[in-house]
């Protein structure tokens, strides 16, 4: 069975892995066999994360992290190569969804979230490719908000569109480097942070031909085969992961 393991080996950074889609990542991952570097802004969040990996037998370290800040990208990617001694998968999970009527909109709201959302993916790429070889893998966390419009997400709708084309840019540079760049959009899935009262998540689900929410390891799967060999020859992609919500 350990043979079968599709990331037996290999060493992976998850930003905003302390809850929600970035730990249910994490836990597949070690599942899959390799070792899980968690960043997450939250130590509490963090640390439960490692937890669990290791209840399942698994090795994860946590480091706390800013994925905004260029200096404490730098310093993620140091540790985990001092740790580790190499970087095989990034995945760019970080992400914020604060709702915010536009014309209410500040400028600081959206700074903030680009950062969060946009700018990081950026700069935890552009610091990890540094030590990435032929066979590393970039996975990013996008949404289908980058193609559907949502009330009052319009500095998010925005970050995640902008995820799509980067994704796209960078699986044409890195392509002569044999490291691929795709992403996976989810639709509504069930974390904490997305918690909604029963008639929303009603009226959610009514629009969604699958008849339920997802779950994070509905989104984990999917991400632990991109970053796996079986998917050498896809670049450039974004996949989406919604219960059909878009082919509506």
Same mark, same amino acid.
């Not at 350990?2 to 290999?10: A, G, T, W, Y």
């Not at 998540?201 to 991109?226: C, N, Q, Y």
């Given at each position: 069975m350990?043979?079968?393991?599709?990331?037996?080996?290999?060493?992976?950074?998850? %930003?905003?892995?302390?809850?929600?889609?970035g730990r249910?990542?994490?836990l597949d991952?070690?599942?899959?066999?390799?070792?899980?570097v968690?960043a997450?802004?939250?130590?509490?969040?963090g640390?439960?994360? @490692? =937890?669990?990996?290791?209840?399942?037998?698994?090795?994860?370290?946590?480091?706390? %992290?800013?994925?905004?800040?260029?200096?404490?990208?730098?310093?993620?990617?140091?540790? %985990?190569?001092?740790?580790f001694?190499?970087?095989?998968?990034?995945?760019?999970? &970080?992400?914020?969804?604060?709702?915010?009527e536009?014309?209410?909109?500040q400028? *600081?709201?959206?700074?903030?979230?680009?950062?969060?959302?946009?700018?990081? @993916?950026?700069?935890?790429?552009?610091?990890?490719?540094?030590k990435?070889? &032929?066979?590393?893998?970039?996975i990013?966390?996008?949404?289908? *908000?980058a193609?559907?419009?949502?009330?009052?997400?319009?500095?998010?709708?925005?970050?995640k569109?902008?995820?799509? *084309?980067?994704? =796209?840019?960078?699986?044409?540079?890195?392509?002569?480097?044999?490291?691929? @760049?795709?992403?996976?959009?989810?639709?509504?899935?069930?974390?904490?942070?997305?918690?909604?009262d029963?008639?929303?998540?009603?009226?959610t689900?009514?629009?969604?031909?699958?008849? =339920?929410?997802?779950?994070?390891e509905?989104i984990?799967?999917? @991400?632990?085969?991109?970053?796996?060999?079986?998917?050498?020859?896809?670049?450039?992609?974004?996949?989406t992961?919604?219960?059909?919500? %878009?082919? =509506?």
């Amino acid at each position: 069975m350990e043979n079968n393991m599709r990331l037996k080996n290999k060493i992976a950074i998850i %930003t905003g892995a302390g809850s929600g889609i970035g730990r249910g990542i994490a836990l597949d991952f070690v599942k899959e066999g390799a070792k899980v570097v968690v960043a997450d802004w939250s130590k509490q969040g963090g640390n439960e994360t @490692v =937890r669990q990996v290791k209840k399942k037998k698994g090795k994860a370290i946590f480091i706390k %992290t800013d994925v905004s800040n260029k200096e404490n990208v730098w310093q993620l990617v140091k540790n %985990t190569t001092d740790e580790f001694g190499k970087i095989d998968i990034l995945v760019n999970n &970080a992400g914020i969804y604060p709702f915010v009527e536009f014309e209410k909109m500040q400028e *600081a709201d959206w700074d903030k979230l680009i950062n969060i959302n946009l700018k990081s @993916v950026y700069l935890c790429a552009q610091a990890a490719v540094t030590k990435m070889k &032929a066979g590393g893998k970039i996975i990013n966390i996008s949404s289908i *908000a980058a193609i559907k419009g949502f009330q009052n997400l319009a500095h998010y709708c925005a970050s995640k569109g902008g995820v799509n *084309a980067l994704t =796209r840019a960078l699986a044409m540079e890195l392509s002569p480097k044999k490291i691929n @760049v795709n992403a996976v959009a989810p639709g509504a899935i069930e974390t904490p942070g997305a918690k909604t009262d029963e008639k929303t998540k009603k009226l959610t689900t009514g629009l969604i031909p699958w008849g =339920r929410m997802g779950k994070p390891e509905d989104i984990a799967k999917v @991400v632990s085969f991109l970053a796996s060999g079986d998917a050498d020859y896809i670049t450039g992609q974004v996949i989406t992961v919604d219960g059909g919500w %878009t082919v =509506r």
